[in-house]
């Protein structure tokens, strides 16, 4: 099947740095995604990896490896807004559809 | 610009009713997808259409579910008959490229559904 793991919580404090990791089982796709949803609100999009490698958008990062199965979500300087659900999500080759991981609640404490 | 307009935001509605549920893309973006999340499936996704045309519905849980897209600035997901089960909140998404890019896709703000 086509899956994607995400711890499902992860706490942090203010001023952290903290990475939310993202494994997958699928067998080829057309990159990673990172999307933010506070509670109560829409998902918004983060990031996005096409290749290998790190993508840097201010405070937050992406990474993936292709050949580990693994990407991550990098947030530096923690702050209290950044308290949200993070999915990563990604699009098989065979299928087209994005699919998303399960989400990582992030609570940033003082 | 303005994002991704649903409509309603809040839907309360006894099991057996039609629901119907909007959705205004942004505008220029030819692809626009209808998501469920819940609690316990998480977000997923129901069905995609580009250039107004279903790609992929295989996501539509029943026959009770259907949707449309009449022109590019209009979707709607209809659920007949609606049941308890289908109380979720419902997310549209428009991007301006197919799904096999890594353009954003840009969500409303969900309709909350809940069937009693």
């Known amino acids: 099947g086509q899956s994607l793991e995400q711890p499902s919580e992860v706490t942090a404090v203010e001023g952290a740095i903290v990475q939310i990791n993202c494994t997958y089982q699928t067998s080829g796709f057309y990159g990673l995604s990172w999307y933010q949803q506070h509670d109560g609100g829409a998902p918004t999009f983060l990031s996005y990896n096409a290749l290998d490698g790190l993508e840097e958008t201010g405070r937050f990062s992406s990474f993936l490896s292709r050949s580990d199965s693994y990407g991550y979500l990098l947030l530096q300087e923690l702050q209290m807004k950044d308290s949200a659900s993070y999915f990563c999500a990604a699009i098989p080759s065979n299928t087209g559809k994005l699919i998303f991981g399960q989400g990582t609640t992030l609570q940033v404490k003082p | 610009d303005a994002g991704v307009i649903q409509s309603p935001r809040h839907e309360v509605t006894e099991m057996g009713q039609e629901v119907t549920l909007r959705c205004k893309p942004i505008s220029g973006h030819n692809s626009l997808f209808w998501y469920r999340q819940t609690m316990m499936r998480g977000l997923e996704l129901l069905i995609y259409f580009n250039n107004n045309v279903p790609i992929d519905d295989s996501g539509m849980p029943e026959d009770r579910f259907s949707a449309k897209m009449p022109n590019a600035s209009f ?21 301006d490229s197919g799904t096999r890019s890594g353009q954003p896709q840009h969500f409303g703000d969900g309709t909350r559904l809940s069937i009693l």
């Open chain 2, 75 to 95: 979707s709607t997901l209809k659920i007949q008959p609606s049941e308890p089960r289908d109380s979720a909140v419902y997310f549209c998404a428009s991007s």
